[in-house]
């Protein structure tokens, strides 16, 4: 029993009394156990307070060792869970990089459109440009034509003005004395 007392024990249990008033020391000397009382007599010397200190200092130190086997685990925990957090931002990184990788496909393909219907645009004003040009061309030469028989026309109505009058005048000199005219009076004899 005396071995199992722990050394930070030993001195509260030199000083402990039996119902006789006895301490362990001199019930040991008075029931003839040589080696409990050499075991406590050495007990109360020097060399037990700094057994004693000794054994305090390991038991500061394990206490210390316990609460940094705490701080430990409860940094473990933390760890574990910044792991999960950082596999969440990663999983959520990863998402965001494929979305960005098919918007920028998209983007692409928007350009190439762009691309194609600005030369689609392009080739529709060169042909509008040339159409507007034939056009042109083709009102240019409708005014000339427009021009030309409207000077054919007024040559045209001329001629008949001068062919009506060389007609009249003819016809003045092939009427008899007999002819009349439209109001039934007598025309006159040609002259000359």
Do not use: C
Not at 58 to 81: P, Y
Not at 170 to 190: F, K
Request: hydrophobic share 30%.
């Amino acid at each position: 029993m005396l071995t199992s007392i722990p050394p930070d024990k030993v001195s509260a249990f030199l000083n402990i009394k039996n119902e006789d008033s006895r301490t362990p020391l001199e019930y040991a000397e008075s029931e003839g156990r040589k080696e409990s009382v050499e075991l406590l007599k050495s007990w109360s010397k020097p060399v037990l307070a700094a057994h004693s200190a000794t054994y305090q200092k390991f038991a500061a130190l394990h206490k210390a060792d316990n609460k940094k086997s705490k701080a430990l685990t409860n940094q473990g925990e933390e760890l574990a869970e910044s792991k999960q957090q950082i596999g969440a931002l990663q999983e959520e990184d990863n998402r965001k990089t494929a979305e960005l990788a098919n918007q920028r496909e998209e983007l692409t393909k928007l350009k190439e459109e762009l691309v194609e219907s600005k030369q689609q645009i392009s080739d529709l004003q060169e042909a509008d440009n040339r159409k507007t040009a034939e056009l042109a061309s083709q009102r240019e030469e409708s005014q000339q034509q427009v021009v030309a028989l409207q000077e054919a026309n007024n040559q045209m109505t001329a001629d008949m003005a001068a062919m009506m009058e060389r007609l009249n005048k003819l016809d003045i000199y092939l009427r008899t004395p007999t002819d009349t005219d439209e109001t039934g009076d007598q025309l006159h004899e040609p002259q000359g």
